[in-house]
């Protein structure tokens, strides 16, 4: 253990003493500001992609799985003008199934207003989410459609329809190829 006195010895030596240039001969130099230097900006890397998702919208996931096939590999601004036109029923969704013929270049199709309503909601934040990662021309890679939770609806009888949307775009190559 040590003694009050050896503690108080550290505790001097511990402390530096000051010397004033005007009391001695030693000289003392004088300390220049050093000011920390900036590091270099280093820029964000620009995202490649960007991506839109939805969970749980209440539409059919059968009308959605064909509303992704008719976007595929189309810009975002086309695919949002063509799906605002299907309400009005200028523009069918080609469909699969028992359904009826529709004009036009289609085999058959039908005009789903709630799902391209919800698709064209989900197109407009993928547009900004494009402009906001610097894509200059975004084409629609990826869309897909999944089913999503089904609640039960009043009185537990009904199932209701859920769908997961999820829809990536890429800025266009160059060379003609999407």
């Not at 040590?2 to 503690?7: C, D, L, P, Q």
């Not at 299907?86 to 789903?112: D, L, N, S, Y």
């Not at 939770?149 to 060379?175: E, N, W």
Request: contains cysteine; hydrophobic residues 35%; glycine residues 6%.
């Amino acid at each position: 253990m040590e003694t009050k006195e050896k503690v108080e010895d550290k505790k001097v030596a511990e402390v530096p003493k000051k010397i004033d240039a005007k009391d001695s001969n030693v000289s003392v130099k004088e300390e220049k500001k050093v000011t920390p230097e900036k590091k270099p900006v280093v820029e964000k890397p620009k995202k490649s992609v960007a991506l839109a998702e939805a969970h749980n919208l209440p539409i059919s996931t059968k009308q959605s799985a064909a509303i992704c096939n008719f976007i595929k590999k189309k810009r975002v601004g086309d695919a949002i003008r063509e799906l605002e036109k299907v309400p009005t029923k200028k523009v069918a969704i080609p469909m699969k199934g028992e359904i009826p013929h529709r004009k036009g270049k289609i085999m058959a199709g039908r005009f789903p207003k709630n799902a391209s309503m919800g698709f064209v909601r989900l197109l407009k934040n993928l547009a900004a989410n494009a402009d906001y990662n610097g894509l200059t021309e975004p084409v629609i890679v990826e869309a897909v459609a999944n089913l999503g939770s089904r609640p039960y609806g009043r009185f537990g009888k009904v199932r209701r329809k859920r769908t997961h949307v999820r829809i990536l775009a890429k800025d266009k190559i160059l060379g003609g190829k999407k």
